[in-house]
């Protein structure tokens, strides 16, 4: 299979991985309507630190998308790919060309601002 193949499937499958991570625990917030907790977080930093920062952020956009239309947060959809999107472009290119678990860290904490 050519890699940018197998890379684009892999990114289908994140994006998938992502939506089915963030809707398996949903716990709304009361004091703001449609705001929910969630862990699709974690699946998108992995993505980042597998594939990079474009192919994560499309994942990251599109499962992460595809959970607020599902849970009913329609409102926050816009906000929601721009913002998940940014996290997985932040964390791919921090992490790009180091391996070192302190800049992985680092990563996480940025995008997590």
């Given at each position: 299979?050519?890699?940018?193949?197998?890379?684009?499937?892999?990114?289908a499958?994140?994006?998938?991985?992502?939506?089915?991570v963030?809707?398996?625990?949903v716990?709304?917030?009361?004091?703001?309507?449609?705001a929910?907790f969630?862990?699709?977080?974690?699946?998108?930093y992995?993505s980042?630190f597998?594939?990079?920062?474009?192919?994560?952020?499309?994942?990251?956009?599109?499962?992460?998308?595809?959970?607020?239309l599902?849970?009913?947060?329609?409102?926050?959809?816009?906000a929601?790919?721009?913002?998940?999107?940014?996290?997985?472009?932040?964390?791919?290119?921090?992490?790009?060309?180091?391996?070192?678990?302190?800049?992985?860290?680092?990563?996480?904490?940025?995008?997590?601002?």
């Amino acid at each position: 299979m050519d890699v940018k193949t197998r890379r684009l499937t892999t990114t289908a499958v994140t994006a998938a991985l992502v939506y089915v991570v963030t809707i398996l625990l949903v716990i709304q917030i009361p004091a703001v309507k449609g705001a929910y907790f969630n862990l699709g977080d974690v699946i998108i930093y992995c993505s980042a630190f597998i594939l990079g920062g474009p192919y994560a952020a499309g994942a990251a956009a599109i499962g992460s998308g595809l959970a607020d239309l599902t849970v009913g947060s329609t409102v926050y959809i816009p906000a929601t790919v721009i913002i998940k999107a940014c996290m997985a472009l932040l964390v791919g290119f921090i992490t790009k060309k180091s391996n070192a678990l302190k800049q992985y860290a680092a990563a996480c904490v940025a995008a997590a601002l």
